[in-house]
């Protein structure tokens, strides 16, 4: 009994201290719960309060923390993509979007009634020379892709549908576009060219088709490089309007951006040229529908490209339908000259060139059924095997001109499904697997989008009603120059060069006093065969 009595007290104190210490607790964690809430709230006024008075930054008006270097517009730095050089509105009478075309603000490009004009302090300045015949349908997602890629100067020279007045009237409205139009003026000036006099482009002159035309793209991209130098252009590259620039490898998907990185010592970079792949036979929109490519052999091992030749070839005289040489761009410099459609030269010196790893030029040849019959209604040659080797310099541009000329609708449907259309879907994994093929969604996204906001409808609908005299007059007398046939035109051209003092000199190139010497220009040249790897 008395130890009973003796522990009694203890475990009353003990309980009692209990009771004490859960109360404590509990009226800390109410009184926590009550602070925090009002806490936070202090703290979000707070910092309302100071950013209202200018201690936060908008991110759009962020300064050079944030921004790419190269990207100054007004002595502001903005985000990639942002520039307000990019999108520079322009007076229009309406649009769907004008919520979002305010010229104080940055903004997003492909927006309704926008045109994209570069600032004259963006580096470096690009730009693309073309002779062209295309519609607009081609012309204009061929031009927008490149100025979101951040070309900013384009010379068109223009004949046929491209030098029509509806059609030369919209591409006169766009900033930065240039159009010489092939007139008798046009083609009396070049007649006088040092070129006539040169060896370099002399194995091409007075032959029909293709021959005709990459002379005259020499004689346009001569031209091209004085007002490339004239408009201050850093960058010139020679592209035609079924091909865009794929600036893979760069730190962002832009060629405006590549050519930044390139080093300074680098005269001219070369873009190994995909070919496209189509799976129908029935593609209108290229640009819109071909996603799968064949690589260049430079992108691809050795013994992939061999091993899997005959593969790939399908039974076609070579790897690519068309030539597998690739495109260039060139530094504007001194002494600047064109070897050719594909490439680039110097007068006083030997160009320090590199070859690109990642980016490309996407080539869509034989895209559509149609071009078939296109390139066979520009030629005028006979669809023999002998004749079409005056004409065309590759064996698949002959096959498919005999093919045109000769076949019924339905032999040349099935021949373009046989040669053209990749429809083995077993051998289309295969290559693929092999990295032979590949797929590039880039320029299909960036069109599409170009496309669904209006833009091209825009740039349509707001060029003006007419040219001016001079221009119609050009437009007219380009259009119609381009429906004679090639042997009627290269006559033409032999008349207009026979009134000049050299047409001597040009004619009998043997001649060592009148005749310059000078590395031969670089023609449209298939990818290696077979024979190369033995």
């Known amino acids: 009994m008395p130890s009973h009595h ?5 475990r009353s104190s003990t309980a009692t201290s209990t009771t004490i210490s859960t109360q404590s607790f509990t009226s800390r964690l109410i009184l926590l719960l009550t602070l925090l809430p009002l806490s936070l709230a202090a ?46 509105p322009k007076a229009h009478k309406s649009s769907d979007c004008s919520s979002l075309g305010r010229s104080g603000a940055p903004s997003f490009p492909y927006f309704r009634d926008w045109k994209f004009d570069f600032q004259a302090n963006l580096r470096p300045k690009i730009c693309i020379t073309t002779s062209t015949s295309a519609g607009l349908d081609q012309i204009l997602p061929w031009m927008f892709y490149h100025k979101v890629m951040g070309v900013t100067t384009f010379f068109l020279f223009v004949e046929g549908n491209a030098a029509s007045p509806n059609t030369s009237k919209v591409l006169e409205s766009i900033p930065g576009v240039k ?16 070129i006539w006099n040169e060896t370099w482009l002399s194995s091409f002159f007075y032959k029909p088709c293709n021959y005709e035309l990459f002379v005259k793209q020499s004689l346009n991209m001569e031209m091209a490089i004085v007002m490339a130098r004239d408009a201050g252009m850093d960058w010139i590259l020679h592209l035609d309007t079924d091909e865009l620039i794929h600036p893979a490898g760069a730190r962002e998907y832009s060629l405006r951006q590549l050519l930044l990185d390139v080093p300074g010592n680098v005269d001219m970079v070369v873009f190994p040229n995909y070919e496209s792949s189509i799976e129908r036979d029935d593609i209108e929109d290229p640009f819109g529908e071909v996603s799968m490519f064949k690589k260049n052999y430079d992108h691809l091992p050795k013994d992939t490209y061999f091993g899997m030749y005959k593969e ?46 990642e980016a490309a030029v996407l080539h869509y040849t034989y895209s559509k059924f149609s071009d078939l019959t296109s390139r066979r209604d520009r030629c005028g040659c006979k669809p023999t095997k002998e004749d079409v080797k005056r004409c065309f310099m590759l064996d698949f ?67 003006p009603t ?3 005299r001079d221009k119609f007059l050009a437009s007219v007398d380009s259009s119609n120059s381009s429906r004679t046939v090639a042997s009627e035109s290269m006559q033409s051209r032999k008349t207009i060069k026979s009134r000049e003092n050299q047409a001597t000199a040009r004619k009998v190139l043997g001649l060592e006093t009148t005749v310059v010497s000078h590395e031969a220009a670089v023609p449209p040249l298939s990818p290696p065969g077979l024979l190369v790897e033995a």
């Open 397 to 463: 541009d002959r096959s498919a001109f005999i093919i045109a000329s000769t076949a019924t609708e339905e032999e040349m449907r099935n021949w373009y499904r046989e040669h053209v259309v990749w429809g083995d879907k077993d051998l289309k994994l295969k290559l693929l697997r092999k990295s032979i093929l590949t797929r590039i969604y880039s320029p299909m996204a960036i069109i599409q989008g170009l496309r669904e906001s209006g833009v091209f409808s825009s740039v349509i609908q707001s060029a």
């Open 43 to 88: 703290l979000a006024f707070i910092l309302q309060w100071k950013g209202n008075s200018g201690f936060m930054m908008d991110p759009t008006t962020a300064n050079s923390r944030w921004a790419p270097q190269g990207s100054h517009i007004k002595n502001h730095e903005i985000f990639p993509g942002m520039e307000l050089s990019v999108l520079s």
């Open 179 to 194: 159009l010489i139009y092939r007139t008798t003026e046009l083609e009396e000036q070049q007649a006088k060219s040092r």
């Open 6 to 10: 003796l522990h009694a007290p203890l």
């Open 312 to 357: 790939s070839t399908r039974g076609n005289p070579n790897y690519f339908l068309t030539y597998g040489n690739g495109k260039s761009a060139a530094r504007v410099q001194d002494h600047l000259r064109p070897n050719g459609a594909h490439r680039w030269h110097n007068y006083m010196k030997t160009p320090n060139e590199v070859k690109l790893e």
């Open 466 to 468: 007419t040219l001016s």
